[in-house]
Antibody
Framework: QLQLRESGPGLVKPSETLSLTCTVSGGSISSTDHYWAWIRQSPGKGLEWIGTMYYIGVTYYNPSLNSRVTMSVDTSKNQVSLKLGSVTATDTAVYFC???????????????WGQGILVTVSS | DIVLTQSPDSLAVSLGARATINCKSSQTILYSTNNKNYLAWYQQKPGQPPKVLIYWASTRESGVPDRFSGGGSGRDFTLTISSLQAEDVAVYYCQQYYHTPWTFGQGTKVEI
């Protein structure tokens, strides 16, 4: 059973870069059977998919955030990271790391989620 | 983007009664090649991450009680709780994984 744990600063200043890490246990970040995703939840916008990374180097980002988002992996630490640049107060949210099955080209539902981490954007 | 609209926004149901939540998609999420609907349902309790209940619109996740069922095809879907229990109080979301950007419905709050 894959387990995910988010970590990072809980407070980020406006215009700076939000950086979060998701540590995966119970499986390899390099697996071709799974993809890794970031999702956020704010009171104003509900659940919003941020981006997905499959294997190493295949990424999909939400066009609404595309120019500000970068996902990467550190295979030595079994971690996937999220960077969101030029943040504003509207980026205040609980950020979740999630995973699902990659099956023959299909990205299936989000089967496992981390507990989430609250990130507040404020000076 | 595919927009998912849930109804109602909130629902008060007596213990043991049936609860039905609707999810309407702005376009079909039925893939004709494999005849599968790319829709999942999640349950979220306060302070917890969402938990998948149903995927492929009607396949129950392992360990999910059989009082939860999903139905529908194409653009219109339902989540039914056949006999509401106290532990089912939560917010329920539908989500499509047919096309990026993957999107969620706005949520339906179920109360006793």
């Amino acid at each position: 059973q894959l387990q995910l744990r988010e970590s990072g600063p809980g407070l980020v200043k406006p215009s700076e870069t939000l950086s979060l890490t998701c540590t995966v246990s119970g499986g390899s970040i390099s697996s071709t059977d799974h993809y890794w995703a970031w999702i956020r939840q704010s009171p104003g916008k509900g659940l919003e998919w941020i981006g997905t990374m499959y294997y190493i180097g295949v990424t999909y980002y939400n066009p609404s955030l595309n120019s500000r988002v970068t996902m990467s992996v550190d295979t030595s630490k079994n971690q996937v990271s999220l960077k969101l640049g030029s943040v504003t107060a509207t980026d205040t949210a609980v950020y979740f790391c999630a995973t699902g099955t990659h099956d023959n080209g299909d990205y299936l539902h989000f089967a496992s989620w981390g507990q989430g981490i609250l990130v507040t954007v404020s000076s | 983007d595919i927009v998912l609209t849930q109804s109602p926004d909130s629902l008060a149901v007596s213990l043991g009664a049936r609860a039905t939540i609707n999810c309407k998609s702005s376009q079909t999420i039925l893939y004709s090649t494999n005849n599968k609907n790319y829709l999942a349902w999640y349950q979220q309790k306060p302070g917890q991450p969402p938990k998948v209940l149903i995927y492929w619109a009607s396949t129950r996740e392992s360990g999910v009680p059989d009082r939860f069922s999903g139905g529908g095809s194409g653009r219109d879907f339902t989540l039914t709780i056949s006999s509401l229990q106290a532990e089912d109080v939560a917010v329920y979301y539908c989500q499509q994984y047919y096309h990026t950007p993957w999107t969620f419905g706005q949520g339906t709050k179920v109360e006793i």
